[in-house]
Nanobody
Framework: QLQLVESGGGVVQPGGSLRLSCAYS????????IGWFRQAPGKKREGISC???????FDDESVRGRFTLSRDNVENMVYLQMNKLKPDDTATYYC???????????????????WGQGTLVTVST
């Protein structure tokens, strides 16, 4: 059974940092792309970062240079290190995975095979 469980959300001041974690189980990153989406209040869900089956990462321009996606194959974890956070980064963040595309965060929603439950990030003074 494919499963993703996120953690690490919280409240942070502008300019601060947070690290989100995503524990994956039931599949191998050798065959799946994994990544992060976010959905701000009143807005559509958007893909922001992904890792393909070769371990290469791709970031949306809205987070490029501030967010870093990494993985720990031993612990079956994926991380999103978020630096220089802005109020516009406030959203619920979701981990997702698919074997049907090279980059999950750029793929159609019907390609997504598994979603996490989401974790809320609030950037505010």
């Amino acid at each position: 059974q494919l499963q993703l469980v996120e953690s690490g959300g919280g409240v942070v001041q502008p300019g601060g940092s947070l690290r989100l974690s995503c524990a994956y189980s039931g599949f191998s990153l050798n065959y799946y792309s994994i990544g992060w989406f976010r959905q701000a209040p009143g807005k559509k869900r958007e893909g922001i970062s992904c890792m393909n089956m070769h371990g290469e990462t791709f970031d949306d321009e809205s987070v490029r240079g501030r967010f870093t996606l990494s993985r720990d194959n031993v612990e079956n974890m994926v991380y999103l290190q978020m630096n220089k956070l802005k109020p516009d980064d406030t959203a619920t963040y979701y981990c997702a995975a698919t074997s049907r595309a090279q980059c999950v965060s750029n793929s159609p929603s019907n390609y997504i095979e598994v979603w996490g439950q989401g974790t809320l990030v609030t950037v505010s003074t």
